[in-house]
């Protein structure tokens, strides 16, 4: 079992920046993917940017350039740095991770952190 926590959102202007925490109960050293979603109102939930093992990280085009996925292992926290924010970043942001084992692969998500973008 993981437990995920986010933290980091809130309001902020366009042209602001953001940075998403998301702590994990234990360590995710081997955690085989780490990534953060988004849900906007009447949307569907949408993958953000995603880093799996021993791969580089990918990004919804819409976020290129703007956000960026990193991991802390001694500190068991993905992060979202987000720059350059638009209106249309908006939404409740969640973090996934896959936990890949011997009996097959483990979901788990986080609770979500709003992230509002308006002036």
């Known amino acids: 079992q993981v437990q995920l926590v986010e933290s980091g959102g809130g309001l902020v202007q366009p042209g602001g920046s953001l940075r998403l925490s998301c702590a994990a109960s234990?360590?995710?050293?081997?955690?085989?993917?780490l990534g953060w979603y988004r849900q906007a109102p009447g949307k569907q939930r949408e993958l953000v940017a995603v880093?799996?093992?021993?791969?580089?990280?990918n990004y919804v085009d819409s976020v290129k350039g703007r956000f960026t996925i990193s991991r802390d292992n001694a500190k068991n926290t993905v992060y979202l740095q987000m720059n350059s924010l638009k209106p249309e970043d908006t939404a409740v942001y969640y973090c996934?991770?896959?936990?890949?084992?011997?009996?097959?692969?483990?979901?788990?998500w986080g609770q979500g952190t709003q992230v509002t973008v308006s002036s």
């Open positions: 880093v799996t093992s021993g791969g580089n990280p």
């Open positions: 234990r360590s995710i050293f081997s955690i085989y993917a």
């Open positions: 996934k991770v896959v936990d890949r084992t011997i009996r097959g692969d483990y979901v788990y």
